[in-house]
């Protein structure tokens, strides 16, 4: 089942809106569970909440609309668009572009994740399985993480791992 003009434009609207809160509140927030959702830094992984966060929000309205979507339907949206923005947001740091490009990459990809997510009724178990798997790491990762430190070799595991700049 196709979604109508409208149905898109309102969970695009609610998926900028929500992204666009998470940046203003970007310098507000430095403790606590909030981190988890607020990037803390300029890293690639950190503004790839801008897209995961917002995506699921609009996985709830969605569910909550009159149009019904099954949230297993955008389910792979949520995995493979956050890590489509660390990818392009990677890329456009190793251009030498630095922070410029990141808001208009951020735009396209969560309107490509909200237009063109494949469906994920097929195997829900599994998108269901990595996208708490991802909002886990987001969590884990704000508020322990130095726990992550041991893990990392310098340099080259924490530039694959896009967790540092």
């Known amino acids: 089942m196709k979604d109508s003009f409208s149905s898109f434009v309102l969970r695009d609207l609610i998926a900028l809106l929500s ?6 509140l970007h310098g507000t927030v430095e403790q606590g569970i909030l981190t988890a959702l607020v990037p803390q830094s300029a890293a690639p992984w950190e503004l790839s909440k801008l897209v995961f966060w917002p995506l699921a929000i609009c996985a709830a309205a969605g569910r ?22 660390v990818i392009l947001c990677r890329g456009a740091l190793a251009l030498g572009y630095g922070g410029r490009p990141y808001a208009a990459i951020w735009m396209a990809v969560l309107a490509a994740a ?6 994920g009724r097929r195997l829900s178990y599994a998108w269901t ?14 508020l322990q993480p130095s726990l ?12 694959v791992l896009f967790l540092a700049d």
């Open 19 to 24: 992204g666009l809160m998470l940046m203003l």
């Open 64 to 85: 909550l609309s009159r149009a019904h979507i099954p949230i297993s339907r955008v389910l792979p949206s949520l995995v493979l668009a956050p890590l489509g923005m």
């Open 114 to 119: 909200l237009a063109f997510g494949p469906d």
């Open 129 to 142: 399985a990595l996208a708490v798997v991802l909002a886990g790491a987001y969590v884990l990762l704000a």
């Open 148 to 159: 992550w430190q041991p893990f990392l070799l310098p340099g080259l595991a924490a530039s």
